[in-house]
Nanobody, 128 residues
Framework: QVQLVESGGGLVQAGGSLRLSCAAS????????MGWFRQAPGKEREFVAA????????YYTDSVKGRFTISRDNAKNMAYLQMSSLKPEDTAVYYC?????????????????????WGQGTQVTVSS
């Protein structure tokens, strides 16, 4: 079974950048779509970005389009979320997850219920 570990979170000023990394252990990574979600205090977990198994298609929530970039490196079993022009409203715990329904698929779900493996999360705090 694959396990996911996020890293790269931290405290940054508004307008700054961070790159989150998601390291996958195990063999069941490269054929699956991967997503990033976030959860702010008192709010539900929300979709941020997703990438298909080969990196060919990417999806973003409207609020991060043009600022965030999702990518993956299957040779290294890694997924990434490059975040730029950060805003205080981006403050949240960020999670990477595997879309169990997106196996060698050109589509990745935005719904968290489709994701079966989650990391422990990494805190991102953006100060104003």
């Amino acid at each position: 079974q694959v396990q996911l570990v996020e890293s790269g979170g931290g405290l940054v000023q508004a307008g700054g950048s961070l790159r989150l990394s998601c390291a996958a252990s195990g063999r069941a990574f490269s054929g699956y779509g991967m997503g990033w979600f976030r959860q702010a205090p008192g709010k539900e977990r929300e979709f941020v970005a997703a990438v298909t198994w080969n990196g060919g298609n990417t999806y973003y929530t409207d609020s991060v389009k043009g600022r965030f970039t999702i990518s993956r490196d299957n040779a290294k079993n890694m997924a990434y979320l490059q975040m730029s022009s950060l805003k205080p409203e981006d403050t949240a715990v960020y999670y990477c997850a595997r879309d169990n329904s997106a196996y060698y698929s050109d589509y990745v779900s935005r719904s968290p219920v489709r994701y079966d493996v989650w990391g422990q999360g990494t805190q991102v705090t953006v100060s104003s």
